[in-house]
Structure formats: C-alpha cells, structure tokens
C-alpha cells in the first residue's frame, strides 16, 4: 500500500513519460551536497539525457525542489514508493546503507519492466566526459569493474542496464539472492551475474576511463593531465561523506559554484 501524500511524485507518475536511456541516482539527505555535484558534472559536459533522482526522504524532496542557483539542467525529483529511509549520510557497511542499496534492485526492475534503458550512478561520482560513447552497441549490461579479468568483481555503483529480456532475467535472479547478501547488493549482484553474465550481453568497462577512488587515487596527477583521461570517477573506497568530499575537493573534482544555493527546478 502506497501511503505517499499526493502532493509528493514517485517514480511510477514520471516513467512512462522518460526517454531512453535516462540517468538515474538516489539521495537522501545527508548527501545532498554530492547529488549536486554530480549534477553539476553532467551539467559541465552538456548530457542532454532525462534524469531522475529518487530522493529517500522527505527533507531531500523537498530541498531539491527548490533547486540550485547556477544549475540549469532538467531533472525529475521523485519521492521513493518503497517507504522512506534514514536521512542523515549512511555509512558503506551500517544496517542503513544496506537497507538503502537494496531498494535500487527494484527500481531498475520499473525501469527496465517500463522499457526505458537506465544509467545508474552513485552520488559519489562525477562525470568529466559522455559516457555512453563507450557503451557497446546492444549491450544488456555494462558495469564498472575493479579487476578486468573478473566478471564477478564488479561495482554497482556505476552501470548501465538495457530494457531488454535478457536484463529482466538477471534483475529477477539479483532480486531473489538479496535477502542473502549480508553486505547490501554488491555481493548478490557479483553471484547472479558470475552465473547470468554470459548469457547476455556484457561489457567491463575499461579501468583506465572509469576509475574508483582506489584507482584514481593511485597517481597525484591532476586529472586534466591524465592520459589517458578518466571518463568518470568514482569516490568508492573511503567510506565516510566527509572523506568522499575531501577526496573530490582535493582532486578538483568539485564542480559546485562557490555561490550556488537553492532556487527552482522542475
């Protein structure tokens, strides 16, 4: 049963009207400030793509709806139907985090169940570059890796999903092996598709374009002399939003204007 007020929008009132492939993320308070840099991000590379934001809590609904000065992209905020979460920032590992990580396994399951393809990516990211290009044509899965050489050590902070059968298989198959991942999703999600991930389509995408913090952090370059450059980022692997934020600060990864502040949006 949907308790949701009617003046709150979910998911289910917006998807039908999204053109492939849409961007998506989730937020709930406490990392508020990381959505708008990545939104700021994609903002900087001009992506015209829909995006939406599922907002786990009320108080991110509705800051976000005030907008953000300077930000002059579309973006749809809804609120979750799948009942609201903790607001302050959760740390990888708390029974919080975990709660929240599962949730994502049934919204791909709207979005790949409505036909709309859908780029998923964590909050603690940002994107320097279009990502897509990289995406191989017809592929149903491509997912962020940390061992090349491995399917089944991959990052579900990062991954696009095709709106295909094959996808709706596999989103089936994660959904049933969650109650067993003591760790949130990734570690379900690494099992289903050790099993399921050569029978569809699937693309590791190279470490050198799309880095986790581990792997970024590796060289003191700054990024824009990086060759080759990184495509996206990901601030995984320092757990805490004060790390996460000091790492993308320090990194010159921090797109959000120093006078930015809420204002409007749609």
């Given at each position: 049963m949907?308790?949701?007020?009617?003046?709150?929008?979910?998911?289910?009132?917006?998807?039908?009207?999204?053109?492939?492939?849409?961007?998506?993320?989730t937020?709930?308070h406490g990392?508020?400030?990381?959505?708008?840099?990545?939104?700021?991000?994609?903002?900087?590379i001009?992506?015209?793509?829909?995006?939406?934001?599922?907002?786990?809590?009320?108080?991110?609904?509705s800051?976000?709806?005030q907008?953000?000065?300077?930000?002059?992209?579309?973006?749809?905020?809804?609120?979750?139907?799948?009942?609201?979460?903790?607001?302050?920032?959760?740390?990888?590992?708390?029974?919080?985090?975990?709660?929240?990580?599962?949730?994502?396994?049934?919204?791909?399951?709207?979005?790949?169940?409505?036909?709309?393809?859908?780029?998923?990516?964590?909050?603690d990211?940002?994107?320097?570059?279009?990502?897509?290009?990289?995406?191989?044509e017809?592929a149903?899965?491509?997912v962020?890796?940390?061992?090349?050489?491995?399917?089944?050590?991959?990052?579900?902070?990062f991954?696009?999903?095709?709106?295909?059968?094959?996808?709706?298989?596999?989103?089936?198959?994660?959904?049933k092996?969650?109650?067993?991942?003591?760790?949130?999703?990734?570690?379900?999600?690494?099992?289903?598709?050790?099993?399921?991930?050569k029978?569809?389509?699937?693309?590791?995408?190279?470490?050198?374009?799309?880095?986790?913090?581990?792997?970024?952090?590796?060289?003191?370059?700054?990024?824009?002399?990086?060759?080759?450059?990184?495509?996206?980022?990901?601030?995984?692997?320092?757990?805490?939003?004060g790390?996460?934020?000091?790492m993308?600060?320090?990194?010159d990864?921090?797109?959000?204007p120093?006078?930015?502040?809420?204002?409007?949006?749609?």
């Open positions: 949907n308790n949701t007020p009617p003046s709150f929008v979910t998911l289910t009132d917006v998807i039908y009207s999204l053109k492939s492939p849409v961007i998506m993320t937020v709930n990392y508020i400030d990381l959505l708008q840099n990545l939104l700021f991000s994609i903002q900087r001009s992506l015209k793509n829909d995006i939406v934001i599922i907002c786990e809590d009320r108080p991110s609904y800051e976000l709806s907008g953000v000065e300077g930000l002059n992209i579309t973006y749809h905020i809804v609120l979750t139907h799948l009942g609201e979460s903790v607001e302050n920032a959760t740390t990888y590992g708390s029974k919080n985090y975990k709660s929240l990580v599962k949730k994502r396994v049934l919204y791909f399951q709207c979005f790949v169940y409505s036909r709309v393809d859908v780029l998923f990516m964590d909050v990211i940002v994107l320097l570059e279009d990502p897509f290009p990289y995406f191989e017809g149903d899965l491509v962020q890796t940390e061992r090349i050489t491995s399917i089944s050590n991959t990052c579900t902070g991954m696009f999903m095709k709106a295909s059968n094959k996808m709706k298989v596999f989103l089936n198959a994660w959904s092996a969650l109650p067993r991942d003591p760790f949130g999703n990734q570690n379900s999600f690494n099992k289903v598709i050790g099993k399921y991930g029978t569809m389509k699937t693309q590791l995408l190279p470490m050198t374009k799309f880095q986790s913090g581990k792997i970024f952090g590796n060289t003191t370059t700054p990024w824009r002399e990086r060759k080759p450059r990184p495509v996206e980022v990901h601030a995984n692997f320092l757990v805490g939003h790390k996460k934020t000091d993308l600060r320090e990194a990864l921090w797109f959000i120093e006078s930015s502040r809420n204002v409007s949006t749609i």
